[in-house]
T-cell receptor, first 112, second 116 residues
Framework: GEDVEQSLFLSVREGDSSVINCTYTDSSSTYLYWYKQEPGAGLQLLTYIFSNMDMKQDQRLTVLLNKKDKHLSLRIADTQTGDSAIYFCAEILNSGNTPLVFGKGTRLSVIA | DGGITQSPKYLFRKEGQNVTLSCEQNLNHDAMYWYRQDPGQGLRLIYYSQIVNDFQKGDIAEGYSVSREKKESFPLTVTSAQKNPTAFYLC???????????????FGSGTQLSVL
């Protein structure tokens, strides 16, 4: 079956870059997503990448996709205290008959 | 403003009691979802509905029930059969459901359910 793996915690200093990693198992994944969850709130879509792309940049966010290794990463440049949250990686399968599959989330703590 | 609304924000359940969590959306989305979130376990899918009057079980449907009588509403009942209901429950919606490959979810702000 499909599975999405993330490390549970990441701690960085304010102003440094954060890199959150994700691995997935289904090579037929078409779209891969990053969602952000702030404390006590729902998830918000941050960005997504189509599987035929290697990289996508959106302001401070850079998504890198290594399809051969089934590895996805989210880089946040100049990390701020407001970036402290849980970040979820998610994939949708090419079969299109199942909802998004989420990883367990990486809790990012930003130290001032 | 369009959005997805969950209520209540906090809910307490007594032993043997059924409780219902509300989820309403005015985004005109066809598909709606219920997820359960426990610390360190991420999101687990309880039920989802791709169209009115139809719904499917997710990975952890036991002890839960849903209905989808109206497009904008997808209430979740946590029954007394669910022995460990304490969790954060998230409702979500999407435009067309899983037939669309680029499927972005819009989430409500969640309901924290605790057992008394």
């Amino acid at each position: 079956g499909e599975d999405v793996e993330q490390s549970l915690f990441l701690s960085v200093r304010e102003g440094d870059s954060s890199v959150i990693n994700c691995t997935y198992t289904d090579s037929s994944s078409t779209y891969l997503y990053w969602y952000k969850q702030e404390p006590g709130a729902g998830l918000q879509l941050l960005t997504y990448i189509f599987s035929n792309m290697d990289m996508k940049q959106d302001q401070r966010l850079t998504v890198l996709l290594n399809k051969k290794d089934k590895h996805l990463s989210l880089r946040i440049a100049d990390t701020q205290t407001g970036d402290s949250a849980i970040y979820f990686c998610a994939e949708i399968l090419n079969s299109g008959n199942t909802p998004l599959v989420f990883g367990k989330g990486t809790r990012l703590s930003v130290i001032a | 403003d369009g959005g997805i609304t969950q209520s209540p924000k906090y809910l307490f359940r007594k032993e043997g009691q059924n409780v219902t969590l509300s989820c309403e959306q005015n985004l005109n989305h066809d598909a709606m979802y219920w997820y359960r979130q426990d610390p360190g376990q991420g999101l687990r899918l309880i039920y989802y509905s791709q169209i009115v009057n139809d719904f499917q079980k997710g990975d952890i449907a036991e002890g839960y029930s849903v209905s989808r009588e109206k497009k904008e509403s997808f209430p979740l009942t946590v029954t007394s059969a669910q022995k460990n209901p304490t969790a954060f429950y998230l409702c979500a919606s999407s435009i067309e459901g899983t037939s669309v490959l680029n499927e972005k979810l819009f989430f409500g702000s969640g309901t924290q359910l605790s057992v008394l």
